[in-house]
T-cell receptor
Framework: NAGVMQNPRHLVRRRGQEARLRCSPM?????VYWYRQLPEEGLKFMVY????????ESGMPKERFSAEFPKEGPSILRIQQVVRGDSAAYFC?????????????FGSGTRLTVV | AQKVTQAQTEISVVEKEDVTLDCVYE???????LFWYKQPPSGELVFLIR??????QNEISGRYSWNFQKSTSSFNFTITASQVVDSAVYFC?????????????FGTGTRLKVLA
């Protein structure tokens, strides 16, 4: 499967635990984007990363959320001390260096449930 | 401000009916891109179409067609002879350049239910 790979597909965490969501971009894509979809809502931009560099994190909550895209390995979205309001679907997308305006390729998402 | 409005929250049609999903956008940019994505019950997001702001030609792909009208800032999506497999949430999105990167704004989606 040469698409964007996200894991896990489903993640259950208790309040106060940490959640780690992984995203491997499509082969040849060096740009990664994270979006959050709250129940019955559209997707909201969170962060845009290139390898070892955060380009735009204007959509990230100021606390508890962080993202990285290391030189080797997948991009990680980390949520510390999760709360019930963090329950959502988190989608990762990747694009070519030429830009996202050619269209994203989305992963299948990680559905986080905080109990 | 950039904005995408999908006023139809949910639409139900009977199989074989035609259905149009509306999308209205707001932007001050002259260069921008419009997209439609499909989210079936399984949850993944499927890219359907991309259109740039300089190309107002309508497009047809099988039973799908798109009507882009800059005069009304609309990018509507029509499914002809709908099928049960078309049941999904459909998102319209606007992409524009901001601070050297391209950002996406998604509408809130229209849930389409096609009944057998």
């Amino acid at each position: 499967n040469a698409g964007v790979m996200q894991n896990p597909r489903h993640l259950v965490r208790r309040r106060g635990q940490e959640a780690r969501l992984r995203c491997s971009p499509m082969k040849g894509h060096s740009h990664v984007y994270w979006y959050r979809q709250l129940p019955e809502e559209g997707l909201k931009f969170m962060v845009y990363l290139q390898k070892e560099n955060i380009i735009d994190e204007s959509g990230m909550p100021k606390e508890r959320f962080s993202a990285e895209f290391p030189k080797e390995g997948p991009s990680i979205l980390r949520i510390q001390q999760v709360v019930r309001g963090d329950s959502a679907a988190y989608f990762c997308a990747s694009s070519l260096p030429q830009g996202a305006h050619y269209g994203y390729t989305f992963g299948s998402g990680t559905r986080l449930t905080v109990v | 401000a950039q904005k995408v409005t999908q006023a139809q929250t949910e639409i139900s049609v009977v199989e074989k009916e035609d259905v149009t999903l509306d999308c209205v956008y707001e932007t001050r940019d002259t260069t921008y891109y419009l997209f439609w994505y499909k989210q079936p019950p399984s949850g993944e997001l499927v890219f359907l179409i991309r259109r740039n702001s300089f190309d107002e030609q309508n497009e047809i792909s099988g039973r799908y067609s798109w009507n882009f009208q800059k005069s009304t800032s609309s990018f509507n999506f029509t499914i002809t002879a709908s099928q049960v497999v078309d049941s999904a949430v459909y998102f319209c999105a606007l992409s524009f350049e901001a601070s050297g990167t391209y950002k996406y704004i998604f509408g809130t989606g229209t849930r389409l239910k096609v009944l057998a």
